[in-house]
């Protein structure tokens, strides 16, 4: 058994999630770049069909409803987050014909605007303190059912607007005003900006990165999640290498 499988059973365990989905992403893969390692696989096109299996077993299995509120959250800082979910995102709009809205809720350090080559505009620091419908404060993207809640403006205590009582409520409007919502927060190991966060969605999608995340990391973030009630809905193995030719890879 390998270790990045054991890392991933190891945040099973603790998390109780059914759905194990070993996405290999590597940094840059997700916005299109084509690479190719030693052995002449084709990792941006693997990284498409990776997207697309973890969104048909995440956002739309066949046997139930999937979930609406998908929460993103690294094990650790620097796990590549904030591309994968960008990626699952872009993947997500264009196979459904409902609307898909990103939000940015790394006050921390946001980055969403950045992969998506858009300004940071009024976002969701604004709708946690500003009146307004919900769709006001997003910008629409390519293709036109993708949409993007950025950040907004950072103020001093930005994280603070995470814990306001007005979250909640925003939440629900994104629920009713988009059919599928992804969130992008801080490393569940540096802060718990998304624990709080987690018990408003419908669940979330762990980002582990190969030969990086540790079983212990591993293992307390997802306590973590488990005494808060958040459910985990799968894992994504991000970098992970292919040191098998691509020919050989398609018939494991």
Known sequence: ??????????????????????????????????????????????????????????????????????????????????????????????????????????????????????????????????????????????????????CGGLVSDSPGVLRSARLKTRLQELRSEFNYVLIDVPALNQYSDGIGLGQLTDGVVLILEANSTRRESARKVTESLRNANVPILGAVLNRRTYPIPQLLYQRL
């Open 1 to 150: 058994m390998s270790k990045n499988f054991e890392l991933m059973q190891q945040a099973g365990t603790a998390g109780g999630y059914a759905t194990t989905v070993e996405v290999s992403l590597s940094g840059d893969n997700v916005s299109g770049n084509i690479r190719r390692n030693g052995a002449g696989l084709d990792l941006s096109s693997l990284a498409g069909e990776e997207c697309l299996k973890l969104v048909h077993r995440v956002f739309l299995p066949h046997s139930v409803e999937g979930p609406h509120i998908v929460m993103f959250a690294g094990i650790d800082r620097g796990n590549g987050c904030s591309r994968t979910c960008v990626g699952i995102a872009k993947t997500l709009a264009q196979n459904v014909s409902g609307s898909v809205c990103l939000v940015d809720a790394n006050l921390r350090s946001p980055s969403l605007p950045q992969y998506l080559s858009v300004n940071n505009h009024r976002g969701l620091a604004e709708a946690l303190l500003e009146e307004g419908p919900i769709r006001g404060f997003a910008k629409q993207l390519h293709p036109e059912n993708l949409w993007l809640l950025s």
